[in-house]
T-cell receptor, first 111, second 111 residues
Framework: NAGVTQTPKFQVLKTGQSMTLQCAQDMNHEYMSWYRQDPGMGLRLIHYSVGAGITDQGEVPNGYNVSRSTTEDFPLRLLSAAPSQTSVYFC??????????FGNGTRLTVT | AQSVTQPDIHITVSEGASLELRCNYSYGATPYLFWYVQSPGQGLQLLLKYFSGDTLVQGIKGFEAEFKRSQSSFNLRKPSVHWSDAAEYFCAVRGNNDMRFGAGTRLTVKP
């Protein structure tokens, strides 16, 4: 069982570069979400999706875009990376009852 | 929007001692509440959840939590801590379409 798969595991970007963090799940979950984790701040919700074609903003959406063209995939795009986006990013999916299944994270450093 | 407060940033307990991690939430409706654990360098794993019914819920690894509506609390407990319980613990509350997390409590276990 793959569960939630995130790639890459590590990434270093220069300020202004763009990139896409990939997230895929094989559990047929309708709900998917992206969080960032920073020391002392817990996990903060960036964007989420309740199904293919539907996305919405979370607590900290600025600087990030998402799309949901299929049930399985929910990529997170950084259009112009900034040092403030240095963080660990987690993708998660869930069934209707709400327990989140997390990927193993992507550690992003922006210099 | 809903919110979660975990008052203790860091707790140290001796192996074999009891543990209680505090969690207070804010949400206008009946909350769905969760506790997750994160070992170093790992993603988050669900320990237990509360949706309705019995206010004392049992989880994995010998953990339990008690929902107290009057105190807006959902504290996590374990009668006897093992060295392998050293990790970071997150309380979370689910709203309509999103889950919000507390800042986390880091648990250190002394031999």
């Amino acid at each position: 069982n793959a569960g939630v798969t995130q790639t890459p595991k590590f990434q270093v970007l220069k300020t202004g570069q763009s990139m896409t963090l990939q997230c895929a799940q094989d559990m047929n979950h309708e709900y998917m979400s992206w969080y960032r984790q920073d020391p002392g701040m817990g996990l903060r919700l960036i964007h989420y999706s309740v199904g293919a074609g539907i996305t919405d903003q979370g607590e900290v959406p600025n600087g990030y875009n998402v799309s949901r063209s299929t049930t399985e995939d929910f990529p997170l795009r950084l259009l112009s990376a900034a040092p403030s986006q240095t963080s660990v990013y987690f993708c998660a999916s869930s069934t209707g009852e709400g327990s989140l299944h997390f990927g193993n994270g992507t550690r992003l450093t922006v210099t | 929007a809903q919110s979660v407060t975990q008052p203790d940033i860091h707790i140290t307990v001796s192996e074999g001692a009891s543990l209680e991690l505090r969690c207070n939430y804010s949400y206008g409706a009946t909350p769905y509440l969760f506790w997750y654990v994160q070992s170093p360098g790992q993603g988050l794993q669900l320990l237990l959840k509360y949706f309705s019914g019995d206010t004392l819920v049992q989880g994995i690894k010998g953990f339990e939590a008690e929902f107290k509506r009057s105190q807006s609390s959902f504290n996590l407990r374990k009668p006897s801590v093992h060295w392998s319980d050293a990790a970071e613990y997150f309380c979370a509350v689910r709203g309509n379409n999103d889950m919000r997390f507390g800042a986390g409590t880091r648990l250190t276990v002394k031999p």
